[in-house]
């Protein structure tokens, strides 16, 4: 069994600051303790592949920063779908979008791989989204549908996409390439 350990994100996404990294984890730490997770706690991986993941993490956080549910459940899944991009593709995280393209993350080969172009290093979108626990209205099965209608917006770039919806409670999460 894979094991994600989430201090180590830093280590996953080396083109961001280890503080922003940190961040991350942080709320990915927070956003699984608020549904009563703990370290070693199973995420169970559905779409293009299907695989249980073990989370763990050691750090203590601090929760008095992390009052709106909606922040840190967003964040947490940014980071989880950070390490399942890793994993399950080619690809490193290499820089935030800006609003309108349809997507949130770039992504792109990391310097040692052979495909790398530093003229032309985006090479893949990445579309995340979190939910904290579903609802007969808001389940991953509508996230997906929604977050891959959404990468439309920059379908023309002609660059693969990939879907991740993290749901928490579960926890669980869809990884998908369009």
């Keep these: 069994m894979a094991i994600f350990t989430l201090e180590e994100l830093k280590d996953t996404i080396t083109l961001f600051s280890t503080t922003q990294a940190d961040f991350w984890s942080e709320n990915c730490i927070v956003a699984l303790e608020h549904n009563s997770h703990k370290s070693g706690c199973i995420l169970k991986v559905t779409g293009d592949k299907t695989e249980d993941i073990e989370l763990k993490w050691s750090k203590s956080v601090v929760k008095s920063g992390y009052k709106e549910e909606n922040k840190f459940v967003e964040k947490s899944a940014e980071a989880i779908s950070f ?13 935030e979008s800006c609003h309108g393209t349809g997507v ?12 790398y172009d530093p003229n032309n290093f985006l090479s893949a979108r990445l579309e995340i989204s979190g939910i904290n626990a579903e609802t007969p209205t808001n389940t991953v099965a509508s996230r997906v549908k929604v977050k891959t ?29 369009k």
């Design 104 to 115: 949130d993350y770039w992504l792109g080969y990391d310097e040692t791989h052979q495909s």
């Design 149 to 177: 209608t959404q990468t439309n917006q920059s379908d023309g770039t002609a660059l693969p996409a990939y879907i991740s919806i993290v749901e928490h409670s579960k926890p669980k999460a869809h990884f998908i390439k």
């Design 83 to 95: 390490f399942l991009c890793r994993k399950y593709t080619e690809y490193n995280v290499i820089e």
